[in-house]
């Protein structure tokens, strides 16, 4: 083959490519042999020049194939970047995804954990009833053995007996079963003896739960005996209130229900007598009653224990239910036992009982932060002594308790009523109410009591004079006075509605008033919603006879009552007092706004040479933000505060005037800054006329008008702009022109006071005779208040 090779290589001419030579270049072989060859035969330029005939044709053919497949070539390289762009996209999606992943899997992992405890819990749980399948086992034999002796079966007794003994009671796994199994067989052993106290102690397991539902039964005789009662007073106190008012046919019934003991007290004592009866004839008659004693001492120690495992809010009903039927059935057996107990023994019994119950109560009363909570205990303390009263035990240490927890209730409610008060002091939006429909009337008016006595429904919409806090806050109070009677008549030495009152008080005045007073200083409020919160003190001092009639309606006192001078709260005169400095803070709020504007010092030329002739800038701002206070207070505020408001901003403008004129700042005005200020005030003063007509501030009749309170302010600049500012120190015409100026203000003023001659070549000028005539007097005006100083 290389023979071949050399042979053709050297035939072949330019331009033609020898055929095993482009055969191994189509097929990619390795070309050495042929270079090694062409230098062997010495014609490597033969060689090199058919491979570059062979990469010029190769180029010739890729120009053609690319001609051919352009377009096809640019699409390919298009889609190559477009799957280059949805790579990427499919990397961040599966970043994405992996996140999630990671998510899901971490809540997955917790779920792992969860289901882990779970599994722990039910082998527990299949731990726990492999243990009472072994229990069960064990009572089923035990249950057997009793009823062959009730039979009078003694040999299948003993053969079950034996089977205990030997088989299952070392495998007992809980041992308390075992040791009373333990302490029972030597008693069996003897048959009477035996068969009386087996009789008697399923007794005693049946007594508990039948004492439980004996009390549960007695309790709600008691509930329903209260209801009724509670329904009569109500009927009786409509009845007297329409009997009052004129109105409305009372008809009296005379409901007589008889309650016998007997009907609820069901309850078999057949294994007490029978037993006590078979002890008395073997003579050991004081053995029985020891036991017996102790026996129900030892259950009613274990009924005056909490139930583990439960709150003692869910579990005290059964709790006391549990006592009251355990003193149900002693009252019983005293009666009819023939001597198997004594008063001193039940007495002891029930000192035990009280002195347990009531440090129970104590611990958990001190425990428990929630008001709701202690009423509902309440409630059901006061069933249980009212059902263990009507069998002739003393339920004052009860009572007693309740009386102790009074303040620490109260103090409950009052942390609850003042979030509340807090919760509806943020979400009020301090804007009047707007009622649309009659049903948000009924809701936030007529459902407390806010409407006037001889007021039919509005037409709506109806614009409320209060925010949505004043009816918010009348329920709380409402609520408040429902739960604070609530807990209070529970038939103690006390005035009930003389308490109420003294804690209704107390909410109204530390709680609620201190609550508002301390938004009101918070300096959150704009100058609208001071004046909202300001007219909502008018609606909560009116609430305040409307909380006393409630207050009075739940104790069960004739309205009447609550309509007598002393009936009056004390929250009553403090919210009045409280509307004072709600209605100051509006005045400061008004003013520091208006301050804004009265920056007289740097608003004011006080050394021009010439007056405005409008008055000054800053005027007109002034007066703008008046008309738009005025207009708010029209609306929100009555009457008496809008003039307060009016004439406490007037008067601050006043002082603000006079206190520029003695600023540091100015240390000397012209004559012309003095007519300006002039011409401000007397825009003032027309504002104020106008103001006090249209807003019926002249209606009141007082003595002094809004105009009044720019007495001091138009006084001074009457004086500077006085031909003869001598006169001031005339007695007669000082009281009659400037009896509202200090001496000494004046004194600082009039110093400050240099004409526009005074100024720099201003002598140059000419000045007619009145200026120097007035120069002259203030002169002489400032001489003397100089030597009276």
């Not at 303040?407 to 409950?412: A, G, I, T």
């Not at 008060?421 to 936030?444: H, V």
């Not at 002249?698 to 009457?718: F, G, M, P, Y």
């Amino acid at each position: 083959m290389p023979r071949q090779t050399r042979v053709s290589t050297g035939e072949k001419g330019d331009g033609v490519v020898d055929a095993t030579l482009a055969t191994s270049i189509r097929n990619g072989e390795d070309l050495s042999p042929f270079v090694r060859q062409a230098f062997e035969i010495g014609k490597p330029e033969a060689l090199l020049q058919q491979l570059r005939y062979t990469v010029k044709k190769k180029e010739v053919e890729i120009e053609e194939l690319c001609k051919l497949h352009y377009e096809e070539f640019i699409i390919a390289v298009d889609e190559l970047r477009g799957v280059i762009v949805d790579s990427d996209e499919l990397k961040i999606t599966l970043a994405c995804e992996n996140i999630e992943l990671q998510e899901v899997a971490s809540s997955l992992l917790h779920k792992l954990e969860e289901f882990l405890e779970c599994y722990s819990i039910k082998k527990n749980v299949g731990e726990a009833l492999q243990i009472l399948k072994i229990c069960v086992r064990i009572l089923n034999l035990c249950s057997k053995c009793n009823a062959h002796i009730a039979e009078r079966q003694f040999h299948p007794a003993l053969k079950i007996l034996n089977l205990i003994e030997m088989d299952y009671l070392q495998n007992v796994p809980v041992k308390a079963i075992r040791k009373a199994i333990e302490n029972q067989v030597p008693m069996i052993k003897s048959y009477t003896e035996k068969m009386v106290c087996s009789e008697f102690n399923n007794w005693l397991v049946h007594i508990r739960t039948a004492a439980r539902q004996l009390g549960q039964l007695a309790i709600g005789q008691a509930s329903c005996a209260r209801r009724k009662d509670e329904e009569l007073k109500a009927r009786q106190r409509e009845a007297e209130d329409q009997s009052r008012s004129g109105c409305g046919e009372c008809v009296y019934t005379l409901d007589v229900e008889s309650v016998d003991e007997d009907s609820f007290v069901k309850f078999d004592l057949t294994p007490v007598h029978r037993a006590y009866y078979i002890y008395y004839r073997l003579g050991i008659q004081d053995r029985f009653r020891s036991y017996y004693y102790e026996n129900r001492m030892m259950q009613l120690n274990l009924d005056v224990q909490i139930a583990l495992g439960q709150s003692f809010v869910e579990s005290h009903q059964t709790l006391f239910a549990q006592i009251a039927g355990h003193f149900m059935v002693e009252n019983r057996v005293l009666r009819t036992a023939g001597g198997l107990l004594s008063d001193s023994q039940v007495e002891t019994m029930w000192e035990v009982a009280t002195l347990k119950i009531t440090t129970i109560l104590e611990n958990q009363f001190a425990q428990m932060h929630s008001p709701s909570h202690i009423l509902l205990v309440k409630d059901n303390v006061i069933l249980l002594a009212a059902t263990l009263r009507k069998f002739g035990y003393k339920v004052t240490p009860l009572i007693e308790i309740l009386n102790n927890c009074i303040d620490k209730y109260h103090n409950l409610l009052f942390s609850e009523c003042k979030s509340q008060i807090a919760e509806a002091l943020e979400n009020d939006n301090y804007k009047q109410m707007i009622m649309r429909r009659e049903y948000e009337y009924k809701q936030n008016v007529l459902s407390v009591n806010l409407q006037s006595i001889d007021m039919l429904m509005p037409v709506f919409p109806f614009v409320a004079p209060f925010s949505a806090f004043v009816p918010d806050v009348c329920r709380i109070v409402r609520s408040f006075i429902s739960d604070s009677v609530s807990y209070l008549s529970y038939g103690g030495r006390m005035n009930l509605y003389e308490v109420a009152k003294k804690y209704l008080d107390k909410l109204l005045i530390e709680v609620l008033n201190n609550a508002l007073l301390n938004k009101i200083h918070s300096g959150n409020l704009s100058v609208a919603q001071a004046m909202q919160m300001a007219a909502n003190f008018n609606m909560l001092e009116h609430a305040c006879d409307l909380f006393v009639q409630y207050s009075t309606q739940l104790c069960g006192i004739p309205i009447r009552f609550s309509e007598k001078p002393r009936a009056a709260l004390t929250a009553k005169t403090i919210l009045k007092a409280s509307q004072v400095v709600a209605y100051n803070e509006v005045l400061n709020q008004v003013n520091m706004k208006a301050d804004k504007f009265l920056t007289l010092t740097e608003n004011i030329n006080w050394i021009a040479d010439e007056a405005p002739q409008n008055g000054n800038e800053y005027i007109q701002e002034v007066i703008i933000y008046l008309e738009s206070m005025f207009s708010d207070a029209q609306q929100i505020l009555c009457t008496e505060a809008l003039y307060k408001i009016g004439s406490g901003v007037m008067q601050h403008i006043s002082d603000t005037i006079v206190l520029a004129f003695l600023s540091d700042s100015v240390k000397r005005f012209t004559f012309s800054s003095v007519i300006g200020i002039d011409n401000d005030l007397r825009l003032l003063e027309q504002f104020a006329d106008e103001r006090f007509e249209s807003t019926g501030l002249c209606d009141l009749k007082r003595e002094c008008s809004l105009r009044d309170c720019l007495t001091e302010a138009r006084q001074l600049i009457n004086l500077l702009m006085s031909s003869q500012p001598e006169n001031f120190m005339n007695p007669i015409i000082r009281e009659r022109n400037y009896k509202s100026l200090d001496y000494k203000k004046v004194a600082t003023i009039c110093e400050k006071f240099k004409d526009s001659a005074d100024t720099l070549f201003g002598s140059l000028g000419n000045r007619n005779a009145k200026q120097n005539a007035r120069k002259k007097s203030m002169d002489t005006l400032k001489k003397r208040l100089k030597d009276l100083n």
